[in-house]
C-alpha cells in the first residue's frame, strides 16, 4: 500500500458529461502530480501541485482542470468528456517539490469509461 | 521532439536468466533517471534511481546503468523468477524541472 487514496476505483459515465477524481496524497507528502495512462499513449504527465500551488504543467487539455486544497487532497477535473478520454488517471505524491532524491508514490489509480 | 523509448513492448526470458530492458532518450538533458515496476491494475512502484554523475546503482538483484553520452539507460535483474513478471517503466526528469516523464513501458514475463 503506497499511503496514496484514490476515488473511486472506477467510473462510468457518458460523453458531454463532467467527473471529478479525488486524491489523497501520503501523509506529509506537500506534492500532488497527476498521470493519465492509456493503453498506445503510456503513462502522461498532466499537472504538478505544490502546497496547494501549480508547479507544472504536462499535456492536459483545457478541458481539464484540477487544485490542490489546503488540507492537501487533490482534485482533478474532466468536463465535455468524449471517448478518447476513456483511460487510468493516476495521482501520485512526493514529499516536497521534486528534485534528485524525490520519488513518487503512486494511487491505484482511477479507471474512466466514457461511452 | 522529446521522446523516452523503452526496447520492446514485451520480453520474455527463462527463469533463473538475467533480464535486460533498454530505455532510450532523445531531446532530455536529465538531472536523473528512474525506474518503475507497474502490475496489472495497479499503479507504479518506485524501485531505483541513478543519477547523471553515477553510472551504475544496484540493489539486490537490480543493476541500473545510465550513459548520458549514448542517452541510455539499462535495467538488469538477474536470477529472475516469475514473481518478478511486470511491466517495467523508466522516467527522468529533465534538468531543472521537477515532474517525472515516463517512458512507455516494456513488459516482461519471466517464464518458469
Known amino acids: 500500500d503506497s499511503g496514496v487514496t484514490q476515488t473511486p476505483k472506477h467510473l462510468i459515465t457518458a460523453t458531454g458529461q463532467r467527473v471529478t477524481l479525488r486524491c489523497s496524497p501520503r501523509s506529509g507528502d506537500l506534492s500532488v502530480y497527476w498521470y493519465q495512462q492509456s493503453l498506445d499513449q503510456g503513462l502522461q504527465f498532466l499537472i504538478q501541485y505544490y502546497n496547494g500551488e501549480e508547479r507544472a504543467k504536462g499535456n492536459i487539455l483545457e478541458r481539464f482542470s484540477a487544485q490542490q486544497f489546503p488540507d492537501l487532497h487533490s482534485e482533478l477535473n474532466l468536463s465535455s468528456l468524449e471517448l478518447g478520454d476513456s483511460a487510468l488517471y493516476f495521482c501520485?505524491?512526493?514529499?516536497?517539490?521534486?528534485?534528485?532524491?524525490?520519488?513518487?508514490?503512486f494511487g491505484s489509480g482511477t479507471q474512466l469509461s466514457v461511452l | 521532439s522529446q521522446k523516452i523509448e523503452q526496447n520492446s513492448e514485451a520480453l520474455n526470458i527463462q527463469e533463473g536468466k538475467t533480464a535486460t530492458l533498454t530505455c532510450n532518450y532523445t531531446?532530455?538533458?536529465?538531472?536523473?533517471l528512474q525506474w518503475y515496476r507497474q502490475d496489472p491494475g495497479r499503479g507504479p512502484v518506485f524501485l531505483l534511481l541513478i543519477r547523471e554523475n553515477e553510472k551504475e546503482k544496484r540493489k539486490e538483484r537490480l543493476k541500473v546503468t545510465f550513459d548520458t553520452t549514448l542517452k541510455q539507460s539499462l535495467f538488469h535483474i538477474t536470477a529472475s523468477q516469475p514473481a518478478d513478471s511486470a511491466t517495467y517503466l523508466c522516467?527522468?526528469?529533465?534538468?531543472?524541472?521537477?515532474?517525472?516523464?515516463f517512458g512507455t513501458g516494456t513488459r516482461l514475463t519471466v517464464i518458469p
Open positions: 501520485a505524491s512526493s514529499v516536497q517539490v521534486g528534485g534528485p532524491n524525490e520519488k513518487l508514490f
Open positions: 531531446n532530455y538533458s536529465p538531472a536523473y
Open positions: 522516467a527522468l526528469a529533465q534538468t531543472g524541472a521537477n515532474n517525472l516523464f
